[in-house]
Nanobody, 121 residues
Framework: QVQLVESGGGLVQPGGSLRLSCAASGSIGRLYTMGWYRQAPGKQRELVATITRSESTNYQASVKGRFTISRDNAKNTVYLQMNSLKPEDTAVYYC???????????????WGQGTQVTVSS
């Protein structure tokens, strides 16, 4: 019903920047909170940042001041601008959206397929 497609991952040197994008498509009635999560090898998936429909944001402490989450409701897209990247930011990054599907009365969580971010010299 709803698909999330991520883009923008890759290999970057320490101190570099990347911008992740996640676009939703399908039977979208309304998009609520959007977020980015990440999972490093051998670790559990963790929250990176979230943004509400009113654009209130929340960040994991380790990325505050370096990462910025934003959204474009007209494009059904959420972004994650990542600056001053560190090797410990290496992980698969997943986007997540709370969606009210058309003709439904309940919201559901949808996830992207994940995009690899590798920070290495």
């Amino acid at each position: 019903q709803v698909q999330l497609v991520e883009s923008g991952g890759g290999l970057v040197q320490p101190g570099g920047s990347l911008r992740l994008s996640c676009a939703a498509s399908g039977s979208i009635g309304r998009l609520y909170t959007m977020g980015w999560y990440r999972q490093a090898p051998g670790k559990q998936r963790e929250l990176v940042a979230t943004i509400t429909r009113s654009e209130s944001t929340n960040y994991q402490a380790s990325v505050k001041g370096r990462f910025t989450i934003s959204r474009d409701n007209a494009k059904n897209t959420v972004y994650l601008q990542m600056n001053s990247l560190k090797p410990e930011d290496t992980a698969v990054y997943y986007c997540q959206m709370v969606v009210l599907v058309q003709d439904d009365y309940r919201t559901s969580d949808y996830w992207g397929q994940g995009t690899q971010v590798t920070v290495s010299s």
